[in-house]
Structure formats: C-alpha cells, structure tokens
C-alpha cells in the first residue's frame, strides 16, 4: 500500500508545481511586462544594491506575483525579491 502512496505523492508534487507556474504565466500576461523587461529591472536591483552590499547572484529570485491590497482587497501585480546578503559593505565610501 504505501508504495502506491508513493506514486501518488509524485502525482500531487508535480500538480502543485505545474499549477504555480501557470499563475507565473497569467500574471506575467496581466502586468504586460515582458521577460525582456524583467531581466533589465533585475539588472537594475543588482546594480544599486551592490553598491551597499555584497549580494549572491546566483541566490537571488526576483519574480512577479499577485497579492491583494490591504484596502479594497483586489488582486495587484507584485514584485518581490528575495536577495541574498553576503556582507555590508563599508559605509564610508
């Protein structure tokens, strides 16, 4: 029994994972942001916070999503960042 369990886990993961990226996909559609695009305002995330900090590049995830606002509720584009910080830099540049 529990070794079709495990096929049945596999099943459901990729359920999941095939689910999330469609609403990667819609919300890309909806903003009207190309890749193109995002790649440049993640060129440009990296460009200004190296100047404060050493970050991982290759840690970094930069992605758009939808979130509903505090207000009113209604579903709007978000970019959210997740940058690895490695150091500080020294504030006396």
């Given at each position: 029994?529990?070794?079709?369990?495990?096929?049945?886990r596999d099943k459901e993961n990729?359920?999941?994972?095939?689910?999330?990226?469609l609403k990667l996909v819609l919300v890309h559609d909806r903003s009207d942001l190309s890749p193109?695009?995002?790649d440049m305002i993640k060129g440009d995330i990296i460009r200004v916070i190296s100047e404060y900090v050493d970050i991982d590049e290759d840690?970094?995830?930069i992605k758009l999503t939808?979130?509903?606002?505090d207000?009113?509720?209604s579903p709007?584009?978000?970019?959210?960042a997740n940058?690895?910080?490695?150091?500080?830099?020294?504030?006396?540049?």
């Open positions: 029994m529990d070794f079709l369990r495990m096929f049945n990729s359920k999941n994972i095939a689910k999330e990226r193109k695009f995002l840690g970094l995830d939808r979130m509903k606002k207000v009113n509720k709007v584009s978000a970019l959210v940058i690895p910080i490695i150091k500080v830099k020294d504030k006396n540049m």
